[in-house]
């Protein structure tokens, strides 16, 4: 059984990890859909929205909360990723908050968390809350995926990478 300790902490590091890869998920399809499929692309930019306020707020409760080996792993950002933002941004137009970036290369953790009973109910909304927004957007990827096999509809994003988003979520 886990602890309360773990009970945060572990949920936070996921969802900082893949709230982050969500939004990228987002990006790519929203950049990939033809002007014919505006309605899509529009879909796309309000799950790329919906991740970032949701990775903004796992950013927020996790500052000295997550672990060092989870800060230092280079699994949530990398030198890189701002500037990876910035191209995607310039190339693509689709607008990218560049300030969660910022702050998620400002986290620091603490060796022994002390969690509050709030900071416990927070994370148990989180998840609910990250829980339904991924089952949306898995029921999107499915959509579009299914739509481009059945030649109904046109992406830049080949079947193969629609297939391995699908199976990230």
Known sequence: MINQQQYVVRPLELHMFFCRIMKEHAIFLEAGFSPANAYFSKIAGQYKEHFETALHEVVMLGNG???????????????YTQ????????????????NI??????????????????????????????STLLDGFIEFKSRVLDEVLACNMFTANYPTLLHHILHEA
């Open 65 to 79: 909360i997550i672990s060092q080996d989870v800060l230092s792993s280079g699994e949530l950002v990398t030198k």
């Open 83 to 98: 500037h990876s933002e910035q191209k995607t941004q310039d190339y693509t137009g689709i607008q990218i908050n560049q």
């Open 101 to 130: 970036t910022e702050m998620e290369l400002n986290l620091h953790s603490a060796a022994d968390p002390q969690i509050s009973h709030e900071l416990e109910q927070e994370v148990r909304t989180l998840n609910s809350d990250i």
